[in-house]
């Protein structure tokens, strides 16, 4: 059973750094999408980044992109979110998730972690 165990959130102050850390086990993870979501208080779960865990291929949210970096490391089967200049707006609970490939192509995600605290002072 595939298992995903998010860490590193916390309490900072505006323009500080955070690196969040998805642990996964109990699956062979080359042919997995790994991706980061996260939720604000009131508001709907929205996309963060991704990564292909064989090619490295990564995307963000316009929201992220140049502040944080999304990264594997395969032989610890971590994945890594950088979150660089965080902003008020970046608070919200960060989710790790996990897709299969089938030909290249995910579907969906099939499996999340409980998800990590982030809040961010101003």
């Known amino acids: 059973q595939v298992q995903l165990v998010e860490s590193g959130g916390g309490l900072v102050q505006a323009g500080d750094s955070l690196r969040l850390s998805c642990a996964a086990s109990?699956?062979?993870?080359?042919?997995?999408?790994m991706g980061w979501f996260r939720q604000a208080p009131g508001k709907e779960r929205e996309f963060v980044a991704r990564?292909?865990?064989?090619?490295?291929?990564?995307t963000y949210a316009d929201s992220v992109k140049g502040r944080f970096t999304i990264s594997r490391d395969n032989a610890k089967n971590t994945v890594y979110l950088q979150m660089n200049s965080l902003k008020p707006e970046d608070t919200a609970v960060y989710y790790c998730a996990a897709g299969r490939t089938v030909l290249g192509v995910m579907k969906s995600y099939d499996y999340w972690g409980q998800g990590t605290q982030v809040s961010v002072s101003s």
């Open positions: 990564i292909s865990w064989s090619s490295g291929l990564t």
């Open positions: 109990g699956g062979t993870f080359s042919n997995y999408i």
